[in-house]
Nanobody, 121 residues
């Protein structure tokens, strides 16, 4: 079992930056891969970024590549999503997820409750 709690969301203007944090707990977190997903109002949840346990492999949705960076700090049981040059279309609830393998289509068994990111024009 893994528990995930997101934080760092907020209301910002286009072009601003935010760093989202995901605090993990539970024995199953050790060795896990992690990802960020997002869901905008009226839209389906979509993949944003993923990272392997040691951070050697990362994956990004094309629309955020070059603007978002996923990272982790395993001794602190933390996963991060650094977002720069935010756009109104980035507005969504952002979710942290954990699974056995990182990837765009990998299975993620554990999910946080989400943190709201709102980007004004």
């Amino acid at each position: 079992q893994v528990q995930l709690v997101e934080s760092g969301g907020g209301l910002v203007q286009a072009g601003d930056s935010l760093r989202l944090s995901c605090a993990a707990s539970g024995r199953a977190f050790s060795g896990s891969a992690n990802a960020w997903f997002r869901q905008a109002p009226g839209k389906e949840r979509e993949f944003v970024a993923a990272i392997s346990w040691y951070g050697g492999s990362t994956y990004y949705q094309d629309s955020v590549k070059g603007r978002f960076t996923i990272s982790r700090d395993n001794p602190k049981n933390m996963v991060y999503l650094q977002m720069i040059s935010l756009k109104p279309e980035d507005t969504a609830v952002y979710y942290c997820a954990a699974g056995r393998v990182a990837g765009r289509t990998a299975r993620y068994d554990y999910w946080g409750q989400g943190t709201q990111v709102t980007v004004s024009s």
